[in-house]
Each structure stands twice: as structure tokens, then as C-alpha cells.
């Protein structure tokens, strides 16, 4: 589903990747390992089509994709959740999922609805669809985070860093959501330097930076 071939950037004279290669099926959970500073969100950001990349090739449902304009006319394909969710402040939980179905997909708004009610019995927050992301958790805007992610139907879902400001039963929570969506054939990487976690949830683990 998702193929990273010699992937290659620097900034300036910081040679951030060197040289990554990887590969991501449908139904497997993948998991990128690596300390800080060694160039996993950065990884995100080029297959996310939010960074260029100086050389190889990002490979998505047998899409090429040699930079980041092409990568940006399939994002539809990769779903992300980021370190700090980046949910809309002004927008409740409901409008946070049903915007992108809306705006991108010209879904109705009666149609994104009742998939995001669909969404949120998923991520277990079917109580908070009219809350604010400042009434919530963050165990709880995280699970928002993805359900608005999945609301745009993605083949992959990358995550950053999805543990590093949870406790332990939100984790629980998040591991069982990512489970679901591999069992659904969603191809999910993951980045994290949480070697419990990583191994807890891996199909597989790349090591990125030695
Ligand atoms: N936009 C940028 N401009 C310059 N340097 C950057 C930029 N983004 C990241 N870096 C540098 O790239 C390296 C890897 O960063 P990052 O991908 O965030 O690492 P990680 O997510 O593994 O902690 C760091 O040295 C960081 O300072
Ligand atoms: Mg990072």
C-alpha cells in the first residue's frame, strides 16, 4: 500500500534521511523506532506531501510519487494524525470530522453526519459529538484526531508520536482503535520512540537512525 524507496532529504547540511527505505501493507501495523531529532516526523511530513523530499520515490496504491505536488494531489489516500491533534479550536467534535467529508469529498452535510456518528462509536466518543476540543482530554482529542482522519476514508493512517502525551488507558484505548482499522485492512504506520508500545502494537518495527 505505502512503498518508501531511498528516501533522501536534507536541510541545508543536516542530512536528515539517509537513505530510507520501507514498505507498509493493507492490514499491517508498521512502526518507525527512533530516538529524538533523528528525522521521524519529518519522514511523515514527506509522505504527507508537507515536506519536499531531495531524492527517491514515495510509492502510494501503486501511485509514484516522486515530490510533493503529486503527493498533494493524493492525499485523499493517507490519513494523519499529528503529535498535537491539530483539531480546530472554534469547531465541536462533529464539525471537526464532517468538515473535510464536506469541503473535499462534497459529501452533504446530512450524509457526513451520520458516517461521523458511525466514526465516533468507533473511537468510543459518541457522547462528546457536540463538545469543544477544550472540554475534552487528550486521550479524548486524540481519538477525535482519528476518527476525523478516517472520516476521508483513508488506505493509510500514519500517526506521530501517538503515545507521548497519554496515560496508560488512553494507550489501551488508542492500541484497540488501531487494531480495529488493521482487522478493516487499513495500512497504519506508526512513529514513536515508545519501544513498549512499538512492540505492543507492531506488525513490524524499522529502526530509523541506527
Ligand atoms: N523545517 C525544518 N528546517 C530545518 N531543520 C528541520 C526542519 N524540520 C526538522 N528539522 C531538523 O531535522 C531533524 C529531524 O527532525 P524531526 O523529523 O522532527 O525528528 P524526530 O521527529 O525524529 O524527533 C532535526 O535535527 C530538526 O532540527
Ligand atoms: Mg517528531
Do not use: W
Amino acid at each position: 500500500m505505502l512503498q518508501v524507496k531511498n528516501l533522501n532529504k536534507s536541510f541545508g547540511d543536516n542530512k536528515v534521511l539517509d537513505n530510507i527505505s520501507f514498505e507498509v501493507n493493507s492490514g499491517e501495523v508498521c512502526v518507525l523506532l527512533g530516538k529524538s531529532g533523528v528525522g521521524k516526523t519529518t519522514i511523515l511530513r514527506c509522505i504527507n506531501g508537507l515536506e519536499d523530499f531531495d531524492e527517491g520515490e514515495i510509492i502510494v496504491d501503486n501511485c509514484v510519487m516522486k515530490d510533493k505536488s503529486h503527493i498533494s494531489k493524493n492525499r485523499d489516500k493517507i490519513g494523519m494524525v499529528f503529535q498535537n491533534f491539530n483539531l480546530f479550536p472554534h469547531m465541536s467534535v462533529l464539525e471537526n470530522i464532517i468538515s473535510a467529508p464536506i469541503n473535499v469529498l462534497k459529501k452533504s452535510k446530512e450524509e457526513a453526519t451520520k458516517e461521523a456518528k458511525e466514526i465516533l462509536k468507533m473511537v468510543d466518543l459518541e457522547d462528546k459529538i457536540n463538545a469543544y476540543p477544550y472540554e475534552l482530554s487528550g486521550g479524548q482529542c486524540q481519538r477525535v484526531a482519528i476518527a476525523r482522519a478516517c472520516a476521508l476514508t483513508p488506505k493509510i493512517l500514519c500517526f506521530d508520536e501517538p503515545t507521548s502525551a497519554l496515560d496508560v488507558d488512553s494507550i489501551e484505548k488508542v492500541s484497540k482503535i488501531i487494531r480495529d482499522l488493521k482487522s478493516k485492512g487499513m495500512a497504519i504506520l506508526i512513529i514513536t520512540h515508545d519501544i513498549g508500545f512499538a512492540n505492543n502494537i507492531k506488525d513490524k518495527i524499522i529502526k530509523i537512525g541506527g
